[in-house]
């Protein structure tokens, strides 16, 4: 594995870089040599975030972790990806997806987590076109984290979502 790091309002010592390549290093069992791993580590007031993004082929495995102590917080994200890996392993390697970015061992392993996905509800609705800002005022008076609609500029479907610190985020399809 390959793993890049960079630092935002944060002096990337040896203690940081050696020990987030000792934690992330446990996972050289799932993946081959040539996988690249994003690290970014972040400081905002007494918030230690570490941000792990782990592109494979077809899916992108991530992990924000914060807590008071950047150690903890790379703790816990290398326990986090490696949770994912074992809980989403049959279909992050399924026979549509390329397994070259995995080692052997973990594909060829047997899974001993059996929680599959199961859709337990579908809803259906009538998707009348609005603006964005106006998905944002009905996803307010619904009470959601998000709202998806058809936006009435481009008449495509579209998603609006909360973000941290009162905004908004718009999720736009690119073809």
Same mark, same amino acid.
């Given at each position: 594995?390959?793993?890049?790091?960079?630092?935002?309002?944060?002096?990337?010592?040896?203690?940081?870089?050696?020990?987030?390549?000792?934690?992330? *290093?446990?996972?050289?069992?799932?993946?081959?040599?040539?996988?690249?791993?994003?690290?970014?580590?972040?400081?905002?007031?007494? @918030?230690?975030?570490?941000?792990?993004?782990?592109?494979?082929? *077809?899916?992108?495995? @991530?992990?924000? %972790?914060?807590?008071?102590?950047?150690?903890?917080? &790379?703790?816990?994200?290398?326990?986090?990806?490696? @949770?994912?890996? =074992?809980?989403?392993?049959?279909?992050?390697?399924? =026979?549509?997806?390329?397994?070259?970015?995995?080692?052997?061992?973990?594909?060829?392993?047997?899974?001993?987590?059996?929680?599959?996905?199961?859709?337990?509800?579908?809803?259906?609705?009538?998707?009348?076109?609005?603006?964005?800002?106006?998905?944002?005022? %009905?996803?307010? !008076?619904?009470?959601?984290?998000?709202?998806?609609?058809?936006?009435?500029?481009?008449?495509?479907?579209?998603?609006?979502?909360? @973000? =941290?610190?009162?905004?908004?985020? !718009? &999720?736009?399809?690119?073809?």
């Amino acid at each position: 594995m390959r793993i890049t790091i960079t630092g935002r309002n944060i002096d990337l010592t040896d203690g940081l870089k050696s020990a987030i390549e000792s934690k992330l *290093g446990k996972l050289e069992k799932y993946f081959s040599p040539d996988t690249d791993v994003f690290v970014t580590l972040s400081v905002e007031k007494e @918030r230690q975030k570490i941000e792990v993004t782990i592109p494979v082929k *077809g899916n992108i495995i @991530r992990s924000e %972790q914060v807590s008071n102590d950047m150690y903890v917080s &790379i703790d816990l994200v290398e326990e986090v990806i490696e @949770r994912q890996l =074992k809980k989403y392993k049959k279909k992050i390697i399924s =026979k549509h997806q390329n397994a070259s970015s995995f080692k052997k061992e973990f594909i060829e392993k047997e899974s001993d987590v059996d929680d599959e996905i199961q859709i337990k509800r579908t809803k259906k609705f009538d998707m009348k076109p609005m603006y964005p800002e106006d998905a944002c005022v %009905q996803m307010e !008076l619904l009470g959601h984290d998000f709202f998806v609609f058809c936006n009435a500029e481009t008449e495509r479907v579209n998603v609006v979502y909360k @973000r =941290k610190g009162s905004t908004y985020g !718009l &999720i736009e399809p690119e073809f």
